[in-house]
Nanobody, 119 residues
Framework: QVQLVESGGGLVQAGGSLRLSCTAS????????MGWFRQTPGKERELLTS???????FYADSVKGRFTISRDNTKNTMYLQMNSLKPEDTAVYYC?????????????WGQGTQVTVSS
């Protein structure tokens, strides 16, 4: 099973950009669908985007056209490029890996990284 470590969060002004990274341990990274979620206090964790081992992507409407997911299977790393950030993008961002669905107990989660967008 992989373990995930996120990096790249921080404070940015509205309209700015950030890039998050998620590095996985283990030798089966390419077998996992990878995704980015975010959560704010009092709300459920929200799926923003995902990418299969072969590169097929999904984007939620809230981030489509502003966020770009990518992965480098040779580096066991997934990225989230976030452009045109808005204050409502402020949240804790989590990366996740799954082979059987996000709600499965076998899904793996990172520790989360705070993204704060100031107005």
């Amino acid at each position: 099973q992989v373990q995930l470590v996120e990096s790249g969060g921080g404070l940015v002004q509205a309209g700015g950009s950030l890039r998050l990274s998620c590095t996985a341990s283990g030798r089966t990274f390419s077998n996992y669908v990878m995704g980015w979620f975010r959560q704010t206090p009092g709300k459920e964790r929200e799926l923003l985007t995902s990418i299969s081992g072969g590169g097929t992507t999904f984007y939620a409407d809230s981030v489509k056209g502003r966020f770009t997911i990518s992965r480098d299977n040779t580096k066991n790393t997934m990225y989230l490029q976030m452009n045109s950030l808005k204050p409502e993008d402020t949240a804790v961002y989590y990366c996740a890996a799954s082979r059987t669905g996000w709600s499965s107990s076998s899904s793996v989660w990172g520790q989360g990284t705070q993204v704060t967008v100031s107005s």
